[in-house]
């Protein structure tokens, strides 16, 4: 009997710990993104996918006899770990390879390792070869001169060297991006068409910038000068008929009162479908998908002005102001909606106040916008040219009457459309700036 139960006990205490070690996992290592370049100091997004998650994570860089670590530590869990379903984890972690601890610019190796927080303990490991780059971002801006208006855009070019990461222009709180000069033999030489928004201060100072993970940004200013530019204001009565209109089409589920709902598609709403359409900029082309100019709605009649500061009033008292940012042009119902130029469809489909709505992207963040139509002809992805139809004109939205609401934007900036659709002023701001 006493051998039975002896039996048993060593059953029990050497079963335990191998169905322990049996239901330990291994770890799966991904670092987003990608490294290619660490600077003097580097942050690391390590991704650990383990259901029992990771006792610890080890970044190193060894270059020659130069050695660095930056690491995460938990305590062990070497028992009930099995208890546990974790969601892959993003452990970050500061890396630093600088002069002072031996390393230099070259080409160096980075490991990195994972222990899993179970029984077994089993150890992933990813390599990659790096090069450190310890030489600050340096940039040279063209020596052009930029006018710009109030609302518009404007183009410039500039030289970067040293480790950057990111380039491009900065105007108060907005960042342009960058691109590589159409046939330059370096990534070094770029461009950015930029927009100085219609509210920014007149004593903002656009700058060229370049910057890098390690937290080195470097500015450089250009010649310019800044036309003013007073905007219109105007007012808009609303009356029942186009509050019902707006709530029924745009807010059909929501309950309260009618002028509270309509006063929270107008603010939050838009505000929303603004967010929504600046978020287009990332679906950009790096090349140019169009030829100068841009055009205009054929024989189209003007109903409002880029920037109008409109002040809605409601039976005889202002409850709201917003900024109306586009063209409003009027022809005749339901007339054809063609594209201003070529480009590709990034959007189409209804977008609140903007209603059916289309945005075809013209590539290095240049895109138009279409809205209030009655019906949309294009799908998402496909290629149009200059003067195809995108659907036909309508009331739509946040719309009283039958037209186009047309615009443009830069990388998420909404700017004033007349410049695009001015051969002269194409030639002049954007082109002779670019290499022929």
């Not at 007073?230 to 019902?244: G, K, M, Q, S, Y």
């Not at 195809?388 to 700017?415: C, K, N, P, Y």
């Amino acid at each position: 009997m006493k051998a039975i139960l002896l039996t048993g006990v060593l059953i029990l205490a050497i079963g335990a710990p191998a169905a322990l070690f049996f239901l330990s996992s291994e770890s799966t290592l991904e670092v987003k993104p990608a490294p290619k370049v660490l600077a003097a100091s580097s942050r690391l997004s390590i991704t650990v996918m383990n259901p029992h998650g990771a006792r610890s994570v080890t970044a190193t860089v060894r270059q020659g006899s130069a050695v660095s670590t930056a690491s995460f530590q938990q305590p062990a869990d070497r028992l009930l770990f099995w208890k546990k379903r974790l969601a892959p984890a993003e452990v970050p972690l500061e890396l630093s390879a600088r002069q002072d601890q031996g390393f230099r610019s070259g080409p160096a190796q980075l490991t990195v390792k994972a222990v899993s927080n179970d029984l077994r303990g089993a150890v992933a490991q990813r390599t990659y070869q790096v090069v450190i780059n310890l030489e600050p971002p340096r940039v040279t801006a063209d020596g052009a001169q930029h006018y710009i208006n109030l609302g518009g855009a404007e183009l410039v070019t500039f030289t970067v060297s040293g480790y950057w990461t990111e380039a491009g222009v900065k105007v108060g709180p907005h960042k342009f991006r960058s691109f590589p000069l159409p046939g330059a033999k370096s990534q070094n030489e770029r461009f950015c068409l930029f927009a100085f928004p219609w509210d920014t201060p007149a004593d903002t100072v656009p700058l060229v910038y370049a910057s890098n993970p390690a937290g080195h940004e470097v500015t450089a200013q250009f010649w310019y000068r800044l036309k003013p530019k007073a905007f219109r204001r105007r007012n808009i009565e609303l009356t029942d008929a186009f509050i019902e209109k707006a709530i029924n089409e745009i807010d059909p589920g929501g309950t309260g009162d009618k002028l509270e709902r309509f006063l929270r598609i107008n603010r939050e709403v838009r505000r929303e479908n603004n967010h929504t359409m600046a978020s287009l900029r990332d679906q950009t082309e790096p090349r140019f998908l169009w030829s100068p100019p841009f055009q205009q709605l054929s024989n189209s009649k003007v109903e409002a002005l880029f920037a109008d500061v409109r002040s809605y009033t409601y039976q005889g008292k202002k409850v709201d102001e917003q900024v109306h940012l586009g063209f409003d042009l009027s022809k005749v119902q339901q007339a054809p909606v063609v594209a201003s130029n070529s480009g590709k469809v990034v959007y189409a489909g209804r977008l609140g106040i903007y209603g059916n709505c289309v945005v075809l992207d013209h590539g290095y963040g240049l895109q138009s916008i279409y809205g209030h139509m009655s019906r949309i002809e294009v799908k998402k992805g496909q290629t149009v040219e200059r003067g195809q139809e995108l659907g036909r004109s309508g009331a739509t939205g946040l719309a009283g009457g039958d037209h186009l609401h047309f615009s443009m934007q830069i990388d998420g900036v909404q700017v004033n459309p007349i410049e695009w659709w001015d051969a002269h002023w194409l030639e002049d701001r954007i082109f002779s700036k670019l290499p022929k």
